[in-house]
């Protein structure tokens, strides 16, 4: 049992350098997030998708983008990396119906921009 | 808006001794509610939730929450503490909408 897997689980950007987030999910939930985490901040949506093809911005998307194009996997996408997106990022997954459900998260990563 | 509120950043108590960590909501829309646990340099695990029907709810690990629609809070409870609770615990709500709305969290210090 995967369920939320998030690669890598560290990394150390450069000013101005982009890269991608992955996450991916095998329990085959409709619903896929992305929060950051910062000390004192709790969790701050930035992007989620209710199905593939279809994502919504959250309360912090600028800087930031996504793309859904299978149901398992939900990456994120940093253009341009700049000192303030130096945080810890979470993926999350979600049964239709959430409310019932909650998320299941996984491991997380840890970004650092230099 | 709504929201979720978490008093107390940082809660410390002694091995054995109670543990309240609160949570109040915003809106008068009834909410599902929930509680997550992170441990260090982990991600959230789901402790318990509140969807209908009994306002006391346990979870794993001990813990309890109460649902009081009264006081819009839906307060976590572990009557004895261990040292192994040590963590960062989160709440949250939805309102039937597709996503989570969570506190600001709070980190509990469990002292021998």
């Known amino acids: 049992n995967a369920g939320v897997t998030q690669t890598p689980k560290f990394r150390i950007l450069k000013i101005g350098q982009s890269m991608t987030l992955q996450c991916a999910q095998d329990m085959n939930h409709n619903y896929m997030y992305w929060y950051r985490q910062d000390p004192g901040m709790g969790l701050k949506l930035i992007y989620y998708?209710?199905?593939?093809?279809?994502?919504d911005k959250g309360e912090v998307p600028n800087g930031y983008n996504v793309s859904r194009s299978t149901t398992e996997d939900f990456p994120l996408r940093l253009e341009l990396a700049a000192p303030s997106q130096t945080s810890v990022y979470f993926c999350?997954?979600?049964?239709?119906?959430?409310?019932?459900?909650?998320?299941?998260f996984g491991s997380g990563t840890r970004l650092t921009v230099v | 808006a709504q929201s979720v509120t978490q008093l107390g950043s940082h809660v410390s108590v002694s091995e054995g001794a109670l543990v309240l960590l609160r949570c109040n909501y915003s809106?008068?829309?009834?909410?599902?509610l929930f509680w997550y646990v992170q441990y260090p340099n982990q991600g959230l695990q789901l402790l318990l939730k509140y969807t209908t029907g009994a306002t006391l709810v346990k979870g794993i690990n001990g813990f309890e929450a109460e649902f009081k629609k009264s006081e819009t809070s839906f307060h976590l409870t572990k009557p004895s503490a261990h040292m192994s609770d040590a963590a960062e615990y989160f709440c949250a709500v939805t309102y039937n909408t597709d996503k989570l709305i969570f506190g600001t969290g709070t980190r509990l210090q469990v002292f021998p």
């Open positions: 998708s209710v199905g593939a093809g279809i994502t």
């Open positions: 999350a997954s979600s049964r239709q119906g959430l409310a019932n459900y909650g998320y299941t």
């Open positions: 809106s008068s829309v009834p909410p599902y």
